[in-house]
């Protein structure tokens, strides 16, 4: 069965994913108290996932001003996130949906003929309704700005 894609408006999916310390994160303790920025991005240490996981470091204090939390969701394992966490300093979680199963929810497209996960980033309300979605493979960088964006037109509503 294929998933459709998580539009605006839609509630956010309910998930329960393990971050880098093994400590399970559980999405819905945090809907509804602050606005939620995830992204998913295809895989740890490559050029376009370093460059959007530092870009979303660099803005996380604006992100945290606007009272947000931002998590970040690869395929890749635990152990493989504690170091790309460490190396580039994240002060967000990276959580390991190792199975696939949270992309499927959210029915993230794959890219390249499905060989390449995709890069969407989502913004959920407190209202627990997703926002904003931006999906691109090719311009990672992009997302920190359009999620900053949304979350300031949230603000303002």
Same mark, same amino acid.
């Given at each position: ?18 971050n880098s310390e093994n400590k399970?994160? %559980? ?18 240490? %490559? ?21 947000? &939390? ?14 790309? &966490? ?7 979680? #990276? ?16 890219? #390249? ?7 969407? %980033? ?8 997703? /926002? ?12 920190? &700005?359009?999620? #900053? ?7 303002? /509503?």
């Amino acid at each position: 069965m294929i998933k459709q894609p998580i539009q605006i408006g839609d509630l956010c999916p309910i998930f329960n994913l393990p971050n880098s310390e093994n400590k399970q994160i %559980t999405i819905s303790d945090y809907l509804g108290k602050k606005i939620l920025v995830i992204f998913f991005y295809p895989k740890d240490n %490559t050029p376009g996932c370093t460059k959007e996981v530092c870009a979303f470091r660099d803005a996380y204090e604006d992100f945290l001003e606007l009272g947000c &939390e931002v998590f970040g969701i690869s395929s890749d394992q635990i152990s493989a996130h504690m170091e790309f &966490e460490k190396k580039y300093q994240l002060p967000y979680p #990276l959580l390991s949906d190792s199975q696939k199963i949270v992309r499927r929810q959210f029915g993230v497209p794959a890219n #390249l003929f499905g060989l390449i996960p995709g890069r969407v %980033t989502y913004i959920i309300g407190l209202d627990k309704r997703v /926002a904003g979605i931006y999906n691109s493979q090719m311009n990672p960088i992009d997302h920190i &700005e359009k999620s #900053l964006e949304s979350v300031r037109q949230l603000q303002l /509503a």
